[in-house]
Each structure stands twice: as structure tokens, then as C-alpha cells.
């Protein structure tokens, strides 16, 4: 079940990222964001909780263990956004 967030998310996740050769379609909303699933590195898991957090206007802190469960797939982010919303 996808909704209007998630699809938002993706093209965040897209533009933040330039992932030029993917699309929205592309991105699973319950796969994994880093390691076997779309690939990412820490280094874009920064840059992607800055732009979730100034597009999204929520507090995501870098130390706390549970933005790793947060930031494991889009749906985990999607969640976590309609807590703050």
C-alpha cells in the first residue's frame, strides 16, 4: 500500500541523492535503504536526514538508536514522519 508520503520520500531520496538511472516506481517501499537494498552509505544517510529534516520540519538525531530503525526503509521514514506530523 503506497501513499502520497512515500512518494514524496522516494523523490526526496532521488534528488538529495542524484540517483539519475532511478525512478520513484523503482524504490521499494519496504526495502531496505542501506546495504543490499537501494545501497546507500553513511555519508548519504546524512545528507537524506537533512533534507527529511528541513523538508519535513522533525528533530532527527544522528546518535540516537533508533533513527537507524527510522531510516531502514521508506516506510520505516514514512512512520516516522506521521509521529511528528
Known amino acids: 500500500m503506497s501513499d502520497n508520503l512515500e512518494q514524496d520520500l522516494k523523490q526526496l531520496i532521488i534528488s538529495t541523492l542524484d540517483l539519475e538511472d532511478i525512478h520513484s ?17 553513511s555519508i548519504d544517510a546524512l545528507e537524506l536526514g537533512l533534507a527529511v529534516s ?3 520540519d522533525i528533530k532527527i538525531d544522528a546518535d540516537d538508536e533508533a533513527t537507524r530503525r527510522h531510516f531502514a526503509s521508506v516506510r520505516a521514514l514514512a512512520d516516522l514522519i506521521r509521529e511528528h506530523g
Open 25 to 41: 516506481d523503482d524504490i521499494d517501499s519496504e526495502a531496505p535503504l542501506f546495504g543490499d537494498g537501494l545501497g546507500l552509505d
Open 54 to 56: 528541513k523538508q519535513y
